[in-house]
């Protein structure tokens, strides 16, 4: 069981990202199908930002497939929107990565939330059911253990 303690401790990382046109739609608006990719650029953002990134995970041996995915669509983003998405590492004792996600427009409206969980996979595709050592080391490292 985590603790009250453990369930408060995360870290959050932000950076911006500018819509393209050819993220749009005919309706002039992001295609919704687009927010997982800005979620996954979240990721990669965080993870080079604070030590790991999916190069560190696979130089490890392991990957980390997305297992869940969940993205609620609050207002519409529009090419030229220059936005911000503030990905949050939520920590649990458990082997697996679960990320938050909030897009904000340039005017800092919530335009929309969402969530990725991603499990641990050694080189022989078997799934980790305990933290893998670099991983229990990282979250040492960032001060979630």
Known sequence: ??????????????????????ETDPLGIVWHGNYITYFEDGREAFGRHFGISYLDIQKSGFVTPIIKSVCEHKFPLKYGDICRIETTFENTLAAKMIYKFK???QDDKLVCIGETIQVFLDSDGELMLTLPPFFEEWKKKVGLL
């Open 1 to 22: 069981m985590i603790s009250s303690e453990e369930k408060i401790k995360k870290l959050v990382h932000n950076s911006n990202f500018a819509v393209r046109f050819n």
């Open 103 to 105: 897009i904000f427009n």
